[in-house]
């Protein structure tokens, strides 16, 4: 027992030095890894970066250009009203004009109505007034008209909730197709049809501690604050534009209270809404679903332009319209020393026939026995 215990320390002497050394190496290993972030950390002038996105070189910011259209206040964007804003869309027009129209006529009469049954109820069957109460507790005209009435009165709000509903729920064929994607905490657009993808990110202040130097800060040129980003969604106007609306990891809603929108983004689930906006302009929204610490830091912002303007645009982020010659793939074997021709020069001959096989195999080596016999049958 005492020699196994010798022969223990002196293995476990043998091995501390090694380790000793693998230890003082993997330094020297990791200190080029880590200072290549350090000549990285400080992006050239003029470059935009937000957290999650690669450094790269943005093209200087020219208000008023496509993709960067001044905002017009009062329109698409807050501005201290009670009532909601102004409709830019068929289907927020339509429900703007049922909501100020006879939805608010009915709730105003009903609340008149009922307001003047209970001032009259207190002036006169009050005790002062009625010292001796009714005993009437059933009253067949009254209980027809407290139920009838009610009836009526969902009835005629059913009618145009319904028609609206499937004005929203059935829309025209898509002329435009835009997936977003809620992400803690930003959005992400996609073209599929145009071949265009990028993400949207908040733009903080410019004395926000919490910017970093190489982030553009906001103006009022890019919007309100809170409400303005670095890269907006551009759709044409006159245009169908369908939302196909999801989420990468919880629960976010696609609001634009301007275009009559509000959709939620759930993980794993597509849903879909639309739009379609005749007036140009710049119109914005927010995530209208608690989805985190951030929640009030997902901004949207909807840019509605000319279609020759979209047209730019699109070019401009390196895609392309519906129907446009797309350059093809460069084709990755034309430049291959193998090729076709190659091969079939490589390829050894084969025989396609047994005529032409037989013609060019070897004839066969005489047998001398054979010769022999034939030589003896011959005398």
Known sequence: MKLIGWAIALAAAGLIPAAAQGQAAAPAQNAPAAAAPAATASPPAGTAQAPGKPDAAQPAIVPGSVGHALPTAGIGEPDGRKGIQDQVSPIGQEAAAFHNGPLMIVAVAICVLVLGLLIYVMIFFRRGANPTPSRNSHNTLIEVIWTLVPVLILVGIAIPSIRLLRHQYTPPPAEVTIKVTGHQWYWSYEYPDNGVSFDSYMLKEAKDPTRQANQRARTDADGPPLLAVDERIVIPQGKVVK???????????????????????????????????????????????????????????????????????????????PGANVPAAPNSTAASPVSESNVAAAAPATATSPAAANAASPAPAPNNQNVANRATQAK
């Not at 989420?247 to 689930?269: E, L, T, Y």
Request: one cysteine or more.
């Open 243 to 321: 939302f196909i609306i999801t989420a990468d990891d919880v629960i976010h809603s696609f609001a634009v209270p301007a275009f009559w929108i509000k959709q939620d983004a759930n993980p794993g689930q597509l849903h879909e809404t639309w739009v379609k906006v005749d007036r140009p302009g710049v119109y914005f929204g927010q995530c209208s679903e608690l989805c985190g610490a951030r929640h009030g830091f997902m901004p949207i912002a909807v840019e509605v332009t000319s279609p020759a303007k979209f047209a730019q645009w699109v070019a401009s982020k390196g895609g392309h319209m």
